[in-house]
């Protein structure tokens, strides 16, 4: 079995809020399969180990250019969050987006082949990424894009420059961006349930499964208690399931909303910035003490 480091436990403490100890066992139990040891923390300790996995390390910016039923939303990352606020970085990223919108690139090369110029450098979008990685002095790139054409209207929201939405819909705009605002803050994992990646429920009915098998009871109740915590999963992942941030009783889904609009949203984009990005940890009590050592054998 690999070492469990410290560096280990505090990276897993981060994605689960989970006690130190607790951590160390579920690694140790996991045979250090970071994942694996998250899964049984969270059989163990239930939502509570989930409650920190939106803490995001990575640093970069979500961008957005909406003009009608056109429009891209694209995430640059950085190295740091002092660079993720500077003016250049900043233009460089909004101009990305207007990029994406205007030209409709098929994929990340054709879009780093685009003609641009900025601060003196070009004349494509990479020989300006190229350019400005050398006078900030910290890596950037561009990490993934959407566009839309040729649909329904958009309606988008940036929360600050880490969380960026688009919506297309049909109907009342002010109730699509009301929508997109929901996204925002909720961050559902697809549309309709029918539509949450198959990956997603897959790992939720294994968690499911091993909870309910540590209550003893026969096998017909731990079946319908798996699949009753499936179920209530896919409704709190789904944006027309998810209770309304704005209903007055607490109680309004989305899709009641909605439908008292007269509004209907065909799909939505939404982006977080280093979301799913594993940013390296460091352990620096290791490093101190390496420092030390050399200290002595000077």
Do not use: W
């Not at 690694?27 to 923390?41: M, P, Q």
């Amino acid at each position: 079995m690999p070492a469990i480091t410290a560096s280990m436990v505090a990276e897993l403490r981060a994605k689960t809020d989970a006690p130190m100890m607790e951590c160390k066992k579920a690694l140790v139990d996991a045979e250090g399969n970071l994942d694996r040891a998250e899964e049984i923390l969270r059989v163990k300790l239930g939502n509570k180990a989930g409650k920190a996995a939106s803490r995001i390390t990575a640093e970069g910016v979500v961008a957005a250019a909406v003009d009608g039923t056109t429009g891209a939303l694209v995430e640059v990352n950085c190295e740091t969050d002092f660079v993720s606020k500077n003016e250049s970085f900043l233009s460089f990223a909004k101009a990305v987006a207007s990029l994406v919108a205007q030209h409709d690139p098929l994929d990340l090369a054709a879009l780093s082949a685009l003609p641009y110029t900025q601060d003196g450098f070009g004349p494509s979008v990479e020989d300006v990424r190229k350019g400005l990685i050398g006078k900030i002095g910290e890596n950037m790139s561009i990490r993934r894009f959407n566009r839309y054409a040729g649909g329904g209207p958009l309606a988008h929201y940036l929360h600050g420059t880490r969380i960026g939405v688009i919506v297309e819909f049909q109907g009342d705009a002010v109730a699509a961006k009301d929508v997109a605002m929901h996204v925002a803050a909720m961050k559902p994992a697809a549309l309709s349930q029918a539509e949450v990646p198959a990956s997603m429920v897959d790992k939720e009915r294994k968690i499911a499964a091993e909870k309910a098998a540590e209550s003893g009871k026969p096998a017909d109740i731990v079946a319908k208690m798996v699949d009753g915590s499936v179920q209530k999963f896919l409704k709190e992942v789904s944006l027309l399931n998810q209770v309304f941030v704005k209903a007055p009783d607490g109680k309004q889904t989305v899709e009641q909303m909605l439908k008292t609009a007269g509004t209907t949203v065909r799909r939505f984009t939404l982006y977080v910035v280093g979301e799913g990005i594993e940013k390296k940890v460091d352990d620096f009590a290791a490093e101190v003490a390496a420092q030390v050592a050399a200290a002595k054998g000077q």
